[in-house]
C-alpha cells in the first residue's frame, strides 16, 4: 500500500490531471462516451418508496422495517456500512442525517438480521471528526446502540478505477470499511445545494473519499468539478448499495450548510440512486432532468424519468413540498401552474 507521501503525490497529479480536463473544450469532452460498459446499471424500472414519517420522536424503526421489505435486500448475514451526511456542528437537527433516524435504521436492520452495522463518514468541512460526531449528537446514539463508527477521512484505502470518465482522475483511493461492505446504504439529508442545485443519494458518496488522501474539503473532487466527480463515484462504485433519504426535516435556500429547515415528513427509499435522488427532486419542486448530474446519470446509471419509476408507498403529490433555491437556481423549478395542478390532484 503506497505511504502517505505516495497519496499526497498522486492526489497532487490527479489534480493537475482534473484541472487539465475541465479545461478541455467541449467538443474534445465529447468525442467519446465517458462511461465503459462496468459502469452501465440502467434497468428497465426502478422502484422507489416514499413513506410517511412526521416526526423523529416516533417508533421510526417500525417505519424503516417497513421500507427495507419493500425491496429485495439481502440483509441477513450481511456487514451493513451505513453512511450518513454528517457535515458540522447543528443544534438545530437541519444540516445532518437525525440521528434518530441513524438508530433506527440500526435496529431494524438488526431485526432483520444483519450480522454486523457500521456507520462510517468522512467529513469535509470538519477534521476533527470526534468533535462533529459527538457535538451531532451522533456519538450518544452509537454508544445507546453499540455500534462501531469509522472514521473515513483516515480509514486504509485501496485504489479503484473509475468507470466513467467525466472528471479525468482515473483512478481514486477509497477507504477498505466501503469497498468491503456487503451492502452499503447511503443515507442523505433531503437538501438544496449552492453549487449543483440538490443534494442527495448521489451527492452523499462525496464523504467516502478520504480528505487524508484528497484534502477539505475534498478539494481535489471541487476542481475536477462537483457533478462530474459525482458521476465517477457512483460509476465506479461496485459495493451493493441502497439509500433512505431522511426528509423528515429538509433544507432549502442556502444548502447544504446555510440553509433553512423545511418539514417534509418523508422518508425516501430505493436501491436505484438516480430514480431516488429523481424521486427527491420531485418532492422538492424541483425538475430532475433540469439538475446536470441527474440527467448525465440517467443514460447509464439508473432511471430519473418518472415513467420508468415504479412509485410505492405513499402518493409522491401529496408530499410534494415548494422548496426555495437560491436565484440561480430558480430555472431548476417545475413552473407554478405545473406545481399547483399537481399538488392539487395529489
Known sequence: ??????????????????????????CR????????DRAYRKAGSSKVAILPADSYEGDLRDVVTVGLRMF??????????????????????????HPALIGATIESLR??????????????????????????GLAEMLS???????????????????ASDFTGIGTLYLPQTILDADLLISMPKLKTHHWVGVTLSMKN???????????????????AGIGSSILDI????????????????GMEGNGPIQGSAKPSGVLVLGAD?????????????????????????????????????????????????????????ENLKFDAMSFESRTAAG
Request: glycine fraction near 8%; proline fraction near 7%; charged fraction near 25%.
Open 144 to 162: 445507546d446502540t453499540g455500534t462501531p463508527y469509522v472514521d473515513l477521512n483516515s480509514d486504509a484505502v485501496r485504489p479503484v478505477r473509475l
Open 72 to 97: 429485495p435486500l439481502e440483509i441477513a448475514g450481511r456487514r451493513v456500512v451505513l453512511k450518513p451526511n454528517l457535515v458540522e456542528f447543528d443544534p438545530q437537527g437541519v444540516i445532518n442525517t
Open 1 to 26: 500500500m503506497p505511504d502517505r507521501r505516495e497519496f499526497i503525490r498522486l492526489g497532487s497529479a490527479a489534480g493537475a490531471g482534473a484541472v487539465a480536463a475541465v479545461s478541455l473544450p467541449a
Open 234 to 249: 457512483n460509476a465506479s462504485l461496485e459495493v451493493p448499495r441502497f439509500n433512505l433519504v431522511d426528509g423528515i426535516v
Open 29 to 36: 469532452r465529447e468525442e467519446k462516451r465517458r462511461w465503459s
Open 273 to 329: 440512486p438516480v430514480a431516488v435522488d429523481a424521486t427527491c427532486a420531485r418532492l422538492m419542486n424541483i425538475d430532475p432532468s433540469k439538475v446536470a448530474y441527474i440527467r448525465e446519470a440517467d443514460a447509464f446509471l439508473g432511471n430519473a424519468s418518472a415513467e420508468r419509476i415504479v412509485q410505492l408507498g405513499a402518493s409522491l403529490e401529496a408530499h410534494q413540498k415548494d422548496f426555495r433555491v437560491l436565484d440561480a437556481f
Open 205 to 223: 458518496l462525496f464523504g467516502i473519499v478520504p480528505g487524508t488522501v484528497y484534502g477539505w474539503p475534498k478539494n481535489l473532487l471541487h476542481w
Open 111 to 136: 431485526t432483520l438480521g444483519a450480522s454486523e452495522v457500521v456507520v462510517a463518514e468522512g467529513p469535509g468541512h470538519r477534521r476533527d471528526n470526534e468533535y462533529l460526531w459527538r457535538a451531532s
